[in-house]
């Protein structure tokens, strides 16, 4: 495995001293995606939002979590350094995302906050050397200038909403003018202007139809785990969207990992039986 940004070690969640999640290894390399698959119940989310520093109240974290070589199971999500927090792109992109702000303000702020450009941020959107040359501030920022006014942050925005295939104009609308995967793209938008090592996706496509599913998944495969783009960890309850879109498979169950490989060997020949499971339901279902 290359350059680790996430190397998760005997990580526990607990509530009122008893383990939900009982312990939980895992790693991602820089430019993997990797799928988190079990079945309801098995520890995913908690696993996925232990990860992101956003428990739900209550409940608490212990072992190791180092993202981009820094320990920070004790640091809530808020107080990372952005250069080890890991972004999010949840379920319920109507809950993720604020209902009386238009989505262009809620795509600046993680720009704002880390003012500079994408190119230099590893959003990994485009590579310096095909950048178009453009002039005016649009083109300092480019250029990989701190990004100040507004004008700058406006065409870093457009930017970013091309990558998610979305027009200019989207940055003006609130989220509730939006359909479900427009506003999935919108949360991905945030989640690549906050430049993370890491995008934890837990679940984001359960909630769409199989046509939009298919969008998100292919767009998830463009914009993550490339050269100079986010590694993906992909949790998700479905064995067929894992295989389109991650090369590696952690499976979960009862709150530990029970098999953890390439997708291909664990899909062929699964060792664990509840994997062996999975992957029959998962067979069954495409007939
Ligand atoms: N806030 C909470 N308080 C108490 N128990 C919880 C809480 N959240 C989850 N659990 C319990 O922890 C275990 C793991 O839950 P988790 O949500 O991580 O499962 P999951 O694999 O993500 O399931 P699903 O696929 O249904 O989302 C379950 O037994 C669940 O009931």
Redesign the pocket.
């Known amino acids: 495995m290359g350059e680790r940004v996430l190397a998760v070690a005997g990580l526990a969640?607990h509530?009122r001293g008893r383990a939900?999640?009982p312990g939980v290894d895992l790693a991602c390399a820089a430019g993997e995606r990797v799928a988190i698959v079990?079945?309801?119940?098995?520890?995913?989310?908690?696993?996925?939002r232990a990860i992101l520093g956003a428990l739900?109240s209550?409940?608490h974290a212990t072992g190791s979590l180092r993202i981009a070589g820094h320990e920070v199971l004790d640091t809530p999500a808020a107080v990372r350094l952005p250069v080890c927090r890991a972004a999010a792109v949840l379920q319920d992109s109507a809950l993720a995302l604020h209902p009386l702000i238009p989505v262009g303000a809620q795509i600046a702020l993680p720009l704002r906050a880390s003012r500079t450009t994408p190119e230099t941020a590893g959003h990994g959107l485009r590579p310096a050397a095909e950048t178009p040359v453009r002039r005016g501030r649009f083109t300092r920022s480019l250029a990989g200038m701190p990004v100040r006014g507004g004008h700058d942050v406006r065409a870093l925005v457009a930017e970013l909403l091309d990558a998610v295939g979305l027009p200019a104009d989207t940055a003006d609308r609130y989220p509730g003018e939006l359909s479900g995967g427009q506003r999935q793209r919108v949360c991905l938008a945030v989640a690549l202007a906050a430049r993370p090592p890491l995008i934890v996706a837990?679940?984001p496509t359960t909630a769409l139809d199989v046509i939009t599913q298919a969008a998100i998944v292919e767009l998830l495969r463009d914009r993550t785990g490339g050269p100079g783009q986010p590694a993906l960890l992909f949790?998700t309850?479905d064995l067929a969207v894992a295989a389109a879109l991650c090369t590696r498979v952690v499976v979960?169950h009862d709150?530990i990992v029970a098999e953890d490989g390439p997708l291909p060997t664990v899909l062929g020949a699964p060792r664990h039986p509840h994997t062996r499971e999975l992957v029959r339901h998962a067979r069954a279902a495409t007939l």
């Open positions: 969640v509530r939900l999640v079990g079945a309801s119940g098995s520890g995913k989310s908690l696993t996925a739900p209550g409940l837990d679940e949790i309850h979960m709150g």
